[in-house]
Nanobody, 118 residues
Framework: QGRVVESGGGLAQPGGSLRLSCAGSGFIFSIYEMGWYRQAPGGQRELVATKTAGGMITYADSVKGRFIIIRDNAKNTVDLQMNSLKPEDTAVYYC????????????WGQGTQVTVSL
């Protein structure tokens, strides 16, 4: 059974940095699209950044130039380096492994809280 597990959330000040990490297991990591999503209180879950198996990267407009998605297929990890954090980045961040074929299931992590505040 596949799973992904996030780590690295916490409290940061505005302008600060945090790095989230996601470790995948139980599935062929290298063929999955890996991504980070977030959900703020009262809001819908939204895409933050994704990186396909072929290396194509997508960022939400709100994080472009501030966040970097880093994928390491040798370690089965995908990290999210978050710089220049803003209070509006406060949310629960989720890692997702998205299957690239209909027979491949998706996997979501349990989420990790990121709070940006003075």
């Amino acid at each position: 059974q596949g799973r992904v597990v996030e780590s690295g959330g916490g409290l940061a000040q505005p302008g600060g940095s945090l790095r989230l990490s996601c470790a995948g297991s139980g599935f062929i990591f290298s063929i999955y699209e890996m991504g980070w999503y977030r959900q703020a209180p009262g809001g819908q879950r939204e895409l933050v950044a994704t990186k396909t198996a072929g290396g194509m990267i997508t960022y939400a407009d709100s994080v472009k130039g501030r966040f970097i998605i880093i994928r390491d297929n040798a370690k089965n990890t995908v990290d999210l380096q978050m710089n220049s954090l803003k209070p509006e980045d406060t949310a629960v961040y989720y890692c997702k492994a998205e299957g690239t074929a209909t027979h491949l299931p998706d996997y979501w992590g349990q989420g990790t809280q990121v709070t940006v505040s003075l």
